[in-house]
């Protein structure tokens, strides 16, 4: 047992867990009156900003005790746990995914009135196991003065969270047997870069030097002293503000009125982690993300007043994510099928002793895991065979930006409309689905706009595991202990200041019922006004699949052409209109400096852009911790 140790640290320790248990409650508690409260979203942005935060505050801490009781200090593998744990939390906890499922648990029922007719449009087609329709338990969550500790309140609410618990649980475990899977033939087969989890290997890391580059102090002083000075620009407005968060212009004159407007964002940390992209990434976001803007421009002009959606860009961008997917069953074809032989043989055919789980365990809880979340959403409402392929749908939008997010380190996925409930409409129409499928669809959702998401935490946290030599099975118990402690901490503090301040109060300024008010007024109108499947959609899907097929082509047939695939899928992240200048700063810099300064130059960089990342987001995390604890309005540096 001891040689087992010395060769794969333990990461996951009481220390670590007790850590978690006190600080995510806490960190909890903060995102919400940051996300729900004030208007800025650290879940939207990866490495998540306030657990880089939390990261620094415990390595100061730990400094500090390594000064005066060595032994008690936590080791690298513990402080790495710690921030994936606390990732993994953070997400679960974020807007679009926990937020959204309790703003729709009770909005159907509470805000039901004779005028919209909801108790007999879908009333009866509520999954009452994952909803709330206690009007009693209801009155207290939504005016607020109340207690969630009463007995009626816990009655009422535990087995929702706890349904809840389960089906968010049984997704980590799904997703975690996908990671498996993939594991070794995109870490190492394919080699890909994972330069999300660039920080916060350096920052733990004993030796690299991190700390004592004078590139990265540099890089730190730029990014937090603008944020420093914008800081106090908003309290006092007489010194003047600098300005890097997004502000969005409109066009008058002719040609650029035909463009819609434009944000113009100058982030540092955006800076920071962009340069950590691939070259031919940058360049083919950028190529693809103004061909898109001037399809628009094109539909300005012409008029397509019967294609309202052109250029059909979420469409587009669903069927590249197919045809990404078979692209990358296909490259990865002999590890996957060797995969397989060992699930269905007795005799184990291919080595998996470091990989998270047995690939037999990963295969088989894979296809056991997706048949449970099947039979939920249809014991939800769904019909069977929409369960089914809801399920396998859902798969895709995750898959593709975890390779986007190993690969490319975008730090930005936002794919709203790549939902399995809106390509279901597409394909089958609101007719063909139903009432009570859009009514099940419309509460079992997992993700609202795929910012926030498990999957790439994973994939990332072996990553992480690899590289600080901590046990992956570890690392596994570990995400998933996290999510539940992630889980349960959302409900409790946020059902907690519910029923104290209420929802529909003007403490939370409407935030709290946004989910679901979108989702129940979205619902109501495919109801009234049913669709038949959209056709011209269903075509822009096969032009983005057409598209796809012939970028991979080029990828492998032309490999030193600087257009890559992801550029495609990048650039119909409708978040990415935030970033295109940051994008064409970083991708003009990187170019020249590996242009006339080569690798060396570019490493040496590195610490820089980094510092960018770590200032912006520590003093942009301690204006909004003095938000939070004085209640006034302070510098917001996202969005």
Not at 20 to 37: K, S, T
Not at 311 to 323: R, T
Not at 604 to 622: C, Q, W
């Amino acid at each position: 047992m001891e040689s087992q140790l010395t060769d794969k640290q333990r990461g996951l320790t009481w220390r670590v867990l007790l850590i978690v248990l006190l600080v995510a409650p806490i960190n909890c508690y903060m995102l919400i009156q940051m996300e729900l409260v004030r208007y800025t979203f650290p879940t939207w942005v990866v490495p998540l900003s306030n657990v880089i935060f939390i990261l620094m505050a415990i390595l100061v801490i730990n400094r500090l005790i390594h000064l005066f009781a060595p032994s008690m200090a936590l080791r690298r593998d513990e402080l790495l746990l710690l921030y994936v744990m606390l990732s993994l939390a953070t997400t679960l906890a974020g807007g679009d995914v926990l937020q959204a499922v309790l703003s729709v648990s009770g909005h159907g029922f509470w805000f039901a009135t004779e005028e919209n007719e909801w108790k007999t449009l879908f009333w009866s087609y509520i999954p009452g196991w994952l909803t709330v329709d206690d009007q009693k338990a209801l009155k207290g969550y939504y005016l607020g003065e109340s207690s969630f500790y009463l007995e009626h309140h816990l009655k009422v609410w535990v087995p929702v969270i706890l349904a809840w618990l389960a089906l968010f649980l049984l997704l980590a475990f799904i997703f975690l047997c996908l990671n498996t899977i993939l594991r070794r033939q995109w870490a190492d087969r394919e080699r890909l870069t994972f330069p999300i989890i660039q920080l916060p290997l350096q920052m733990t890391h004993p030796t690299s030097g991190f700390f004592r580059n004078k590139g990265m102090w540099l890089g730190f002083a730029i990014a937090g002293g603008i944020s420093l000075f914008n800081g106090l620009s908003t309290l006092y407005p007489v010194i003047p503000h600098i300005p890097v968060t997004r502000d969005y212009y409109s066009f008058l004159d002719p040609p650029f009125n035909l463009y819609d407007g434009v944000w113009l964002a100058f982030y540092p940390f955006a800076i920071g982690i962009m340069f950590l992209m691939p070259l031919d990434v940058l360049f083919s976001t950028a190529l693809f993300y103004f061909l898109y803007r001037n399809e628009v421009a094109l539909a300005n002009v012409y008029g397509f007043g019967k294609l309202p959606k052109f250029p059909y860009q979420d469409e587009q961008a669903f069927g590249a994510f197919l045809g990404l997917c078979i692209f990358f069953l296909w490259v990865g074809r002999h590890h996957f099928t060797s995969i397989l032989k060992n699930a269905f043989r007795r005799e184990t055919t291919i080595d998996d002793a470091d990989e998270p789980m047995r690939y037999r365990t990963a295969v088989w809880g894979l296809v056991g895991g997706l048949s449970l979340f099947t039979l939920a959403l249809h014991r939800a409402g769904m019909s069977l065979w929409i369960a089914s392929i809801f399920s396998l749908l859902f798969l895709i939008t995750p898959i593709i930006t975890t390779r986007i997010r190993t690969e490319a380190g975008i730090f930005v996925h936002r794919y709203h409309w790549q939902a399995p409930r809106y390509v279901l409409n597409t394909i089958l129409g609101t007719r063909g689905l139903g009432p009570h499928n859009l009514t099940t669809l419309s509460i079992c959702f997992f993700n609202r706009g795929y910012r926030p998401q498990q999957m790439p935490h994973q994939l990332e946290a072996f990553k992480i595991a690899e590289q600080a030599n901590i046990s992956p099975r570890r690392m596994l118990a570990g995400i998933l202990i996290a999510a539940g402690i992630g889980i349960i901490s959302y409900f409790w503090v946020q059902l907690h200041l519910f029923y104290e301040k209420g929802a529909e109060s003007a403490y939370f300024g409407g935030w709290a019922l946004r989910y679901g008010r979108e989702f129940f007024e979205r619902l109501t109108n495919l109801l009234h006004y049913p669709t038949t499947t959209d056709w011209i959609g269903l075509l822009f899907m096969g032009v983005g699949f057409g598209v796809m097929g012939v970028l991979t082509y080029l990828r492998v047939r032309f490999f030193w052409l600087p257009l890559h695939p992801l550029g495609y899928v990048m650039a119909a992240n409708q978040q990415i209109s935030d970033f295109w200048i940051p994008m064409l700063i970083c991708l003009f810099l990187k170019w020249a400096i590996l242009k006339h300064g080569g690798i060396r130059s570019y490493r040496r960089a590195i610490p820089f852009f980094l510092g960018l990342v770590l200032g912006d987001f520590l003093m942009g995390s301690i204006w909004s911790f003095l938000n939070v604890m004085l209640n006034r309005t302070m510098y917001q540096f996202y969005p």
